[in-house]
């Protein structure tokens, strides 16, 4: 079983529509979760973290964690062209800095 | 602010050849960070130092891959001799303490 799953997609959404982004995690002591957007051939760029279980909201963008499920999303409302990139979700174990990530969602937003 | 700077931007080799990577992180950032990312795959760590020790190791392929940061700024990472299953973006971050890793714009490495 992989350590962080994410479907690789391609996930198309139209122009306006919510994206759903969905990765669950294998460790039960994880701590801490991160989502990166990655445009092709540039680096990861972070867009959120969520420690808790809930929700968290920074502008269109929400994270969703579940611990007990071992599962954490992010929304993007509102999809707009320039989402359309590889979403990477990210874990860090308890006491631990290393990130492991999953393998990325490819998200295609339709104009 | 400067963001995490890396050298070369694009390197082709042929396999057996050597090749090394630089990085300059964000100046006052004690973490520093080299991930591999082979194409359609997520980052992997390769190694991890805090200041010019080194934290974890764990998935270095020693035989071949070494790393070294003299007087905890700049990093080189080496592939000696380089495969074809090194091809590959090796990327280099590095965090301040309490906060997230930040990226350079990675070196893409062509093993023919």
């Known amino acids: 079983q992989k350590e962080v799953e994410q479907n690789s997609g391609p996930l198309s959404v139209p122009e306006g529509a919510i994206a759903s982004l969905n990765c669950t995690y294998s460790?039960?002591?994880?701590?801490?979760f991160f989502w990166y957007r990655q445009y092709s051939g540039k680096s990861p760029e972070l867009i959120m973290f969520?420690?808790?279980?809930g929700d968290k909201e920074d502008g269109r963008f929400t994270a969703q964690l579940n611990k007990a499920s071992q599962y954490v999303s992010l929304l993007i409302r509102d999809s707009q062209p320039s989402d359309s990139a590889t979403y990477l979700c990210?874990?860090?174990?308890?006491?631990?800095?290393?990130?492991?990530f999953g393998t990325g969602t490819r998200l295609t937003i339709i104009p | 602010e400067a963001g995490v700077a890396q050298s070369p931007r694009y390197k082709i080799i042929e396999k057996r050849q050597s090749v090394a990577f630089w990085c300059n992180p964000i100046?006052?950032?004690?973490?520093l960070y080299w991930y591999q990312q082979i194409l359609g795959q997520g980052p992997k760590l390769l190694i991890q130092?805090?200041?010019?020790?080194?934290?974890?190791d764990s998935q270095l392929p020693k035989d071949r891959f070494s790393a070294e940061r003299l007087k905890g700024v700049d990093s080189t990472l080496k592939i000696q001799p380089a495969k074809l299953e090194d091809s590959a973006v090796y990327l280099c971050?590095?965090?301040?303490?309490?906060?997230?890793?930040?990226f350079g714009p990675g070196t893409r490495l062509t093993v023919l």
């Open positions: 971050a590095s965090r301040p303490a309490g906060d997230t890793q930040y």
């Open positions: 460790d039960r002591g994880s701590q801490s």
């Open positions: 969520i420690y808790s279980n």
């Open positions: 990210a874990v860090t174990p308890a006491g631990n800095e290393k990130l492991t």
């Open positions: 100046s006052g950032h004690a973490t």
């Open positions: 130092f805090q200041n010019n020790g080194v934290v974890d």
